[in-house]
């Protein structure tokens, strides 16, 4: 279970941290307030996915970091030049090719994406713009 998220230069978020409650966490708040990038920073924290556009403005890197209870860290970062990295439990994995990430890190996040026929489903993050996977999909 994830007890911390920390957002540094993240898309509008300068440095932002959640502690979330146990159980049900919802993120409210006005549009355009950053909602949307947290849950874009744990997507991406999760699967390592294109992460291109995420760097602040005016920033040269941005840093995703989650904390668990059951003590196990995870950071993600990226910069301006060079593709991302991880640091689980203390050990660097840099120079990732696209979409690669350690092995290691689903065993510490436990927010692996599903196999479902041919494709696999990520079922811990709902897409914002198109309907539910299990009502759109056959």
């Not at 049900?24 to 307030?33: E, I, S, W």
């Not at 840099?94 to 479902?116: F, H, I, T, W």
Request: hydrophobic fraction near 35%; glycine fraction near 8%; include cysteine.
């Amino acid at each position: 279970m994830i007890a911390r998220i920390e957002l540094e230069n993240f898309m509008s978020h300068r440095h932002t941290v959640i502690e979330p409650a146990r159980g049900l966490t919802v993120l409210v708040g006005p549009n355009n307030c950053g909602k949307s990038a947290v849950i874009a920073a744990l997507q991406i924290l999760s699967h390592n996915e294109n992460s291109t556009y995420v760097l602040r403005h005016e920033t040269k890197k941005c840093q995703v970091r989650v904390t668990t209870e059951e003590g196990g860290t995870v950071l993600w970062r990226r910069g301006k030049s060079g593709g991302p990295a991880y640091e689980i439990n203390g050990t660097t994995y840099d120079r990732l090719k696209s979409a690669g990430q350690p092995e290691e890190l689903q065993q510490v996040l436990r927010l692996p994406k599903v196999e479902c026929d041919r494709d696999e489903v990520d079922i811990h993050f709902g897409e914002q713009k198109s309907p539910v996977f299990l009502i759109r999909d056959s």
